[in-house]
């Protein structure tokens, strides 16, 4: 090849490439489970598997954003466990108390996130052992403070406002899927076109060379990790308005799934490229290959060693890629 | 005619798109000291490379007594009775000086274990043999200087008898008594008919031990010579003579004010430094490396804090907590590694051109586009970075060019005061001359610059003044005109020399 070939960047480069892969990925597995068992890709069908990946793709955007700074959190699952338990709790059910418990839960979601951030940024914290740390912090103030579930207000429902947002439809979508349809416009113009979504990326690239370039590297990665935590809790708030109550757990299968999903989508698991585009078609193909799993009947363990065989797979495939691109 | 103990032939070398050896070739006879001179970016650090097996060259032959040979790796060229040197040391910093010379031969024990006492004891043995007694073999690596392991390094090679031995650079962290032992070491070898190819910078060397030099210019080997005067090689190394290479110097007006100003700063390896730089003024900081021009730098900019003394721009007492604080003030750095401390080498020029100026070109924190295209394409124009595109990554470029967006990263802003660290290390020579251009240029309308070099040569030709720092102080100021390069080395080695 001459040197002007090599050097033409494609429109289809090797980010944009991997995004379609993912979601031509949903689209072969939504009809392998059509051929497994008709009505799967029913419009109703595939508009409940677009629902349940909201949830995913919801605390993936969290986890793209601190994985494009090279970052990860491992906190994911209690923060958004606390942040379920804490809108039923302070809500107790009543429409009327839906705002400030609303306000409450996204801002102990991003709290919490901010100082994940603060321990990474600030003290140099690694990020595995910041996050992991304040997961563990999370549930034991959750477990402490609902006695273990068995405080009164616990069992209190979802307010209805909420129930509504998740169940009702809205010119033929579900509510749910309309906000998720908001966040990834928002995340995705943040990331493109916002001078923050710019030093996100050159925090990715190269921590050193954006602070002696004048970027302000604490103070994006503590944001970053901020809105994680209140991506989290939003899942949260999403997830009791699903199924009307907390519960304790409901957060673990978050981490593994918003990670996988960031994964599948191509952002780079070292930071500095990749787009939330790209997560949302992993959290969509990912919960369609769960889906189809259950079509199988494939039983819980088989699935999760499909999983981490699939992720596993991905990352090769894109080691791969790096070494040759 | 007899076989030659080591052949490169027509041997070509890119690294993603940019060219480190186009066809390089030289012969080193058994029983010959044979040197590879070329400027920095030459490509003979990466011919060596290739040589001792550790980067695959993407075309042209290796020929060891006259055989065509693969090397895969390291311990191909170990086989070959081939041993390398390299520039980047090689051993383990967390290991000890005797486990790093024994390292893969440690002698074992009836059960097979490695014998920590044993180690030690041939350890020992073979840092006397090699008249090397000031080194503890029981010291970590870590712990010992530059010096040292070098020298670590040269005894583990040459104690494997080497039939070909490649040196890169092993003079360039050796002061002269270990130099004096070094060329005692090549000359034994020589006589045992081991043939020694070793690069260096340092022309008296050169000539006092290599019986024939090779020259390279741009990847390339411009020719072999048994004896060659300085003048002649320097013009095929650089294709220009050396008062060309360097624009004229505009005296400095008389009047002209501080724009920066330390005062006893002090700090790690930072001990009452003072000076004041004038607007309009390159003032030039120069000595051995290690000496406290890094902490110097990183000092002014914010990025390291001074224990003691002052800072002053244009006449107001600064302290600076960040470098965004310093960017704030009007002050610009060029650092060091422009690959790991400059560029964001996956994104585009773009990118990395509008870093320092995104403030300017946001509003209510979205970026403008057009804005950041046409100042990024201003920065490609002004200063002639050959690029196939803003949108190519940065990485892409060469590393003058990538020297050439940094710069101008630098010169879209306000910045009033310049300070550049060792801007041409790595760059090619009409990439350095344009360099030269745009330093004198920018002192001429005004800016004010600190420029430290690694190259003594530079800093007698481009400076007005030049500092020499030596352990932390600054050890001699110079006047121009009439700075010599000679005056800057002497200045920063006279201790060394005394003690």
Not at chain 1, 133 to 153: E, F, K, P, R, V
Not at chain 2, 196 to 225: K, L, M, N, Q, Y
Not at chain 2, 302 to 313: F, I, K
Not at chain 2, 464 to 481: C, D, K, S
Request: hydrophobic content about 50%; overall charge neutral.
């Amino acid at each position: 090849m001459s040197a002007a070939t090599t050097r033409k960047q494609p429109f289809l480069n090797r980010e944009r490439r991997r995004i379609l892969y993912a979601f031509l990925a949903g689209i072969i597995l939504f009809i392998i489970g059509e051929l497994v068992r008709p009505g799967f890709a029913s419009p109703s069908g595939i508009r409940a598997i677009l629902v349940v990946a909201s949830f995913v793709g919801i605390v993936a955007a969290g986890q793209t954003f601190v994985i494009l700074i090279g970052g990860i959190d491992l906190s994911v699952p209690w923060v958004l466990n606390a942040g379920a338990i804490l809108m039923v709790t302070s809500s107790l059910g009543h429409d009327a108390r839906a705002i400030p418990a609303l306000a409450l839960t996204l801002g102990m979601g991003a709290a919490v996130g901010a100082l994940n951030g603060a321990g990474v940024a600030l003290l140099g914290i690694p990020a595995v052992v910041m996050t992991l740390a304040m997961n563990g912090i999370m549930q034991g103030l959750t477990l402490g403070l609902s006695g273990g579930m068995t405080c009164t207000s616990c069992g209190a429902y979802a307010p209805p406002v909420v129930q509504a947002a998740v169940h009702h439809s809205f010119l033929g979508l579900p509510i749910v899927l309309w906000i998720w349809i908001a966040i990834i416009i928002v995340v995705s113009f943040l990331l493109a076109m916002t001078r923050f979504g710019r030093m996100t990326y050159t925090v990715g690239n190269n921590a050193r060379a954006s602070h002696l370039a004048g970027i302000h590297v604490s103070g994006v990665t503590i944001v970053l990790y901020a809105l994680s935590g209140f991506f989290s809790a939003l899942a949260g708030i999403m997830l009791v308005g699903f199924g009307g109550q907390a519960a304790l757990g409901m957060g673990d299968p978050y981490l593994f799934q918003s990670i996988a999903a960031v994964v599948i989508g191509g952002v780079y698991i070292l930071g500095g490229r990749g787009h939330y585009l790209g997560s949302v078609a992993g959290a969509i193909s990912l919960t369609v290959l769960v889906s189809v799993l259950l079509a199988f009947n494939m039983p819980d363990y088989g699935r999760s060693i499909v999983y981490g065989v699939v992720i596993l797979a991905l990352l090769l495939l894109y080691g791969r890629e790096e070494e040759n691109g | 005619m007899t076989i030659a103990a080591v052949e490169a032939v027509d041997i070509g070398k890119a690294y993603g798109g940019v060219a480190a050896l186009t066809k390089a070739s030289f012969t080193a006879q058994a029983g010959e000291v044979h040197a590879l001179v070329g400027e920095n970016g030459a490509g003979k650090s990466t011919l060596i490379k290739i040589m001792g097996g550790r980067v695959r060259p993407d075309s042209g032959e290796i020929r060891i007594g006259g055989q065509a040979v693969s090397l895969n790796g390291p311990q191909a060229a170990h086989h070959l009775g081939a041993w390398t040197v390299f520039q980047e040391l090689t051993l383990l910093p967390w290991m000890t000086v005797a486990e790093n010379l024994l390292l893969q031969q440690e002698p074992r024990s009836s059960l097979g274990l490695i014998s920590r006492q044993a180690t030690l004891r041939d350890a020992d043995a073979l840092l006397a043999r090699y008249g090397v007694m000031h080194i503890d073999p029981r010291a970590l690596v870590e712990d010992i200087s530059l010096a040292e392991r070098q020298t670590v390094e040269i005894v583990r090679a040459v104690s494997h008898a080497p039939k070909i031995l490649f040196l890169d650079e092993p003079t360039s962290s050796l002061v002269e008594r270990e130099v004096e032992w070094l060329f005692g070491q090549i000359r034994r070898l020589r006589e045992q008919g081991c043939s020694i190819v070793f690069t260096s910078h340092r022309w008296a060397e050169i000539r006092s031990i290599a019986d024939r030099i090779t020259i390279f210019r741009g990847g390339a080997d411009v020719g072999t010579f048994t004896d060659i005067d300085e003048d002649e090689a320097v013009r095929l190394m650089t294709g220009r003579r050396v008062e060309a290479l360097y624009p004229p110097l505009t005296p400095r007006p008389a009047a002209a004010p501080v724009m920066l100003e330390a005062r006893s700063l002090s700090g790690p390896n930072l001990r009452q430094v003072s000076f004041a730089l004038h607007q309009g003024e390159v003032l030039g900081v120069g000595g051995l490396a290690g000496h406290g021009h890094r902490e110097l730098f990183r000092t002014v900019f914010g990025d390291a804090h001074a224990s003691g003394g002052t800072l002053t721009v244009q006449g107001k007492e600064k302290k600076f907590r960040s470098p965004r604080a310093a960017i704030a003030s009007g002050i610009a750095l060029v650092p060091e590694d422009r690959k790991t401390e400059g560029l964001l080498l996956r994104m585009s020029v773009r990118d990395n051109a509008s870093l320092a100026i995104l403030k300017r070109l946001t509003r209510f924190g979205i970026l403008k586009p057009q804005e950041e295209r046409r100042a990024a394409q201003h920065v490609v124009d002004s200063l002639r970075v050959r690029t196939a595109g803003i949108g190519l990554a940065v990485g892409a470029l060469s590393g003058g060019n990538q020297q050439k967006v940094l710069l101008g990263r630098w010169l879209e802003t306000e910045c009033q005061i310049l300070l550049l660290y060792d801007v041409t290390r790595g760059v090619d020579v009409a990439t350095k001359h344009e360099i030269y251009e745009l330093v004198a240029s920018l002192a001429r309308s005004g800016h004010a610059i600190l420029f430290y070099s690694s190259d003594a040569e530079e800093l007698a030709h481009l400076c007005h003044r030049v500092l020499v720092m030596r352990e932390g102080v600054v050890a001699a100021e110079l006047h121009a005109p009439g700075i010599t390069a000679e005056d800057i080395v002497s200045a920063a080695v006279r201790d060394h020399r005394a003690a």
